[in-house]
């Protein structure tokens, strides 16, 4: 099957093992016994985990987590300029921004924002959309 994670930990030592979630700072799949192991481990405790279907469903969406100025990991959130920055960006740009937050604590209620609700109405109203022009397309083809 094409759409299986394997465990990233375990198939470094070489055993092939499903992953049940993902950790988005890794980049990489985890059983239940490795996932176990990353959340008791100090440098990966905060680390965010999101399921394994979660991350198919996100897989191919290019995202950048580096700052293109700095070169550094997007750390952090300006509220001010409702942009993510990294610690190299507070200093040089938003050294005046009182409500510089950690990216953690500003998307944590952003399954539940109104934003994400609409962006996933306008996608889903785009991709019926689509779907229909390749219809049309194909039936104008037959004529």
């Not at 399921?51 to 001010?80: A, M, P, V, W």
């Not at 952003?110 to 039936?139: H, M």
Request: aromatic letters at 2%.
């Amino acid at each position: 099957m094409s759409d299986l994670i394997i465990c990233g930990p375990c198939g470094y030592a070489d055993n092939s093992r499903n992953a049940e979630k993902w950790c988005t700072a890794c980049g990489e799949g985890l059983c239940t016994d490795c996932e176990q192991v990353h959340k008791s481990i100090g440098t990966t405790r905060n680390h965010r985990l999101i399921s394994t279907d979660d991350f198919r469903q996100i897989k191919n969406i290019s995202i950048s987590l580096s700052c293109k100025g700095h070169d550094k990991r997007l750390e952090l959130y300006c509220k001010t300029h409702d942009v993510a920055v990294c610690l190299g960006c507070v200093p040089s740009h938003h050294r005046a921004c009182s409500d510089v937050i950690p990216l953690e604590k500003a998307a944590e209620n952003a399954k539940n924002s109104t934003a994400l609700d609409d962006l996933e109405d306008t996608l889903t109203i785009a991709l019926k959309s689509l779907q229909q022009i390749i219809i049309d397309r194909a039936a104008c083809m037959e004529n």
